[in-house]
């Protein structure tokens, strides 16, 4: 059974930064591409961003352009969230995924296994 351990949530004020990490316990980790999603309270779960097997490839949301960044090491079974420039709607649960696939999607339903989640609240 894969599991995946988020950490680095917190409070901080508007314009601030955290850092989340994900490590991953499984062996094929480099193979799959890794996303993380973010639910606030009252709202569905929504893709934040997602990085491929490699880390050559990104994509993220409109919202968070610019200002979030995602990387991972694959030699530490590790996926980042660099989030700067908070604000208070990036308030919210975030999850990290690993995908089925090598390449990332926005679509929940192409992750297998999910993180228990870490809470990020950004103070106005």
């Known amino acids: 059974q894969v599991q995946l351990v988020e950490s680095g949530g917190g409070l901080v004020q508007a314009g601030g930064s955290l850092r989340l990490s994900c490590v991953a316990s499984?062996?094929?980790?480099?193979?799959?591409?890794v996303g993380w999603f973010r639910q606030a309270p009252g709202k569905e779960r929504e893709f934040v961003a997602a990085?491929?097997?490699?880390?050559?490839?990104?994509s993220n949301i409109e919202s968070v352009k610019g200002r979030f960044t995602i990387s991972r090491d694959n030699a530490r079974n590790t996926v980042y969230l660099q989030m700067d420039c908070l604000i208070p709607e990036d308030t919210a649960v975030y999850y990290c995924?690993?995908?089925?696939?090598?390449?990332?999607?926005?679509?929940?339903?192409?992750?297998?296994?999910w993180g228990q989640g870490t809470q990020v609240t950004v103070s106005s």
């Open positions: 990085i491929n097997w490699s880390g050559d490839y990104t």
């Open positions: 499984s062996r094929t980790f480099s193979q799959h591409a």
């Open positions: 995924a690993i995908a089925r696939t090598n390449w990332g999607s926005a679509a929940a339903h192409d992750y297998t296994y």
